[in-house]
């Protein structure tokens, strides 16, 4: 018997988690569908990641950019993720989303409020996902043009978490867990949040991540929500994810998410391979990313000339350096199709992909109150 402190959504999703028969999973899956339709019409959001550095200071026992991995390193100047983001531009992409581990050292001192401001005249809705700080930094992003934040916790398990992350500020649970709430304080009017599966049991995962989703709907309701469930993916370091999580149960741990909260935006990254992106597609799936590259400078090259490794935080440079050299990704993606062939995949499936969805002169002339 389910918890009965637990609010009425929590239990019914919890309720949909557990093992279902084919048949029954292909009725959820059916009316996922039709749920998305009556809230998202076909529309679907594409966006791309920017890499802008992949040095940090956190050990994170899962990550490629693990501060003690000895990876390619390298950030960017303001003009390299100027060409990178122009690249996108070109593409279609006119949503970015702005990455980079977490070090003070390479990414402080108003450096990513440059890249948005470079950015923000033809990339009309930029993102950050990058180390957790306090509301009035968000503020200053915010004032710089950022609209949409995305942070996840990685894995809801307190005792998983204290394990996995044995050095940085990330290995404090509790002041990840907050910051969604900083960043609508510092005003965000876009956040996502999500997990990693395969780093804790799937169906404990789901829940918790369900439970921080309900509570901010309720407590911060004046922001939209993105929810993800990225799958873990090889990378630097050879982590080997504890947990499974099959495909049949990410198709239902998505069903439910759509079936429970039918206005909350659902992403999926090209961490998942072409023939389950397009089979959930249709299922509640609201935003995608395509042609993506998880290393700074993946897009254009940029940066090459800069690489090094880092020792106790410490800048080493390489020994020998080679023209076929770039630096590490922080995970190997599963789907390396075009933007071009996604498009096209989307059209034929009955869907609108949407490049832009969002302008300054919206509020820009918006009535006055």
Same mark, same amino acid.
């Given at each position: 018997?389910?918890?009965?402190?637990?609010?009425?959504?929590?239990?019914?999703?919890?309720?949909?988690?557990?093992?279902?028969?084919?048949?029954?999973?292909?009725?959820?899956?059916?009316?996922?569908?039709?749920?998305?339709?009556?809230?998202?019409?076909?529309?679907?959001?594409?966006?791309?990641?920017?890499?802008?550095?992949?040095?940090?200071?956190?050990?994170?026992?899962?990550?490629?950019?693990?501060?003690?991995?000895?990876?390619?390193?390298?950030?960017?100047?303001?003009?390299?993720?100027?060409?990178?983001?122009?690249?996108?531009?070109?593409?279609?992409?006119?949503?970015?989303?702005?990455?980079?581990?977490?070090?003070?050292?390479?990414?402080?001192?108003?450096?990513?409020?440059?890249?948005?401001?470079?950015?923000?005249?033809?990339?009309?809705?930029?993102?950050?996902?990058?180390?957790?700080?306090?509301?009035?930094?968000?503020?200053?992003?915010?004032?710089?043009?950022?609209?949409?934040?995305?942070?996840?916790?990685?894995?809801?398990?307190?005792?998983?978490?204290?394990?996995?992350?044995?050095?940085?500020?990330?290995?404090?649970?509790?002041?990840?867990?907050?910051?969604?709430?900083?960043?609508?304080?510092?005003?965000?009017?876009?956040?996502?949040?999500?997990?990693?599966?395969?780093?804790?049991?799937? $169906? %404990?995962?789901?829940?918790?991540?369900? =439970?921080? !989703?309900?509570?901010?709907?309720?407590?911060?309701?004046?922001? +939209?929500? @993105?929810?993800?469930?990225?799958?873990?993916?090889?990378?630097?370091?050879?982590?080997?994810?504890?947990?499974?999580?099959?495909?049949?149960?990410?198709?239902?741990?998505?069903?439910?998410?759509?079936?429970?909260?039918?206005?909350?935006?659902?992403?999926?990254?090209? $961490? %998942?391979?072409?023939?389950?992106?397009? =089979?959930? !597609?249709?299922?509640?799936?609201?935003?995608?990313?395509?042609? +993506?590259? @998880?290393?700074?400078?993946?897009?254009?090259?940029?940066?090459?000339?800069?690489?090094?490794?880092?020792?106790?935080?410490?800048?080493?440079?390489?020994?020998?350096?080679?023209?076929?050299?770039?630096?590490?990704?922080?995970?190997?993606?599963?789907?390396?199709?075009?933007?071009?062939?996604?498009?096209?995949?989307?059209?034929? !499936?009955?869907?609108?992909?949407?490049?832009?969805?969002?302008?300054?002169?919206?509020?820009?002339?918006?009535?006055?109150?």
């Amino acid at each position: 018997m389910l918890p009965q402190g637990k609010p009425a959504l929590l239990r019914r999703f919890e309720s949909m988690l557990e093992p279902v028969a084919p048949e029954r999973l292909e009725r959820m899956a059916q009316e996922s569908m039709r749920v998305t339709r009556r809230h998202f019409g076909r529309t679907m959001r594409l966006f791309a990641p920017v890499y802008v550095s992949n040095e940090c200071v956190n050990n994170c026992a899962y990550c490629g950019f693990s501060r003690d991995n000895p990876i390619l390193r390298v950030t960017l100047t303001i003009d390299q993720v100027v060409k990178e983001a122009r690249h996108l531009a070109v593409e279609g992409f006119r949503h970015v989303l702005l990455v980079a581990g977490e070090h003070p050292k390479f990414v402080s001192d108003g450096y990513l409020e440059e890249c948005i401001r470079a950015i923000k005249g033809f990339i009309p809705t930029v993102a950050i996902e990058v180390g957790p700080m306090e509301a009035p930094e968000y503020e200053r992003m915010v004032a710089a043009g950022a609209e949409g934040l995305v942070v996840y916790q990685e894995t809801y398990q307190r005792e998983t978490y204290a394990r996995l992350h044995t050095a940085g500020p990330k290995k404090n649970f509790d002041w990840r867990l907050e910051c969604p709430e900083r960043g609508y304080e510092g005003g965000f009017r876009r956040i996502g949040i999500g997990a990693l599966f395969g780093l804790a049991p799937w $169906r %404990e995962e789901a829940v918790a991540l369900a =439970a921080h !989703l309900e509570w901010l709907q309720r407590h911060c309701w004046k922001a +939209s929500y @993105t929810v993800a469930m990225p799958r873990m993916r090889p990378a630097a370091g050879g982590f080997v994810p504890e947990f499974g999580f099959t495909d049949a149960e990410f198709v239902q741990l998505l069903c439910a998410f759509r079936l429970c909260f039918p206005q909350v935006g659902i992403v999926l990254s090209t $961490r %998942e391979t072409p023939a389950l992106r397009d =089979a959930v !597609l249709p299922l509640g799936v609201t935003s995608m990313s395509a042609g +993506s590259h @998880t290393e700074p400078g993946g897009y254009t090259g940029q940066g090459k000339d800069d690489l090094h490794i880092t020792r106790k935080g410490r800048r080493v440079e390489l020994e020998e350096k080679s023209v076929e050299d770039r630096a590490t990704g922080q995970f190997d993606i599963a789907d390396e199709r075009t933007p071009r062939e996604i498009e096209v995949l989307l059209r034929r !499936l009955g869907l609108d992909p949407v490049w832009k969805d969002w302008d300054e002169a919206i509020l820009d002339n918006a009535p006055a109150a």
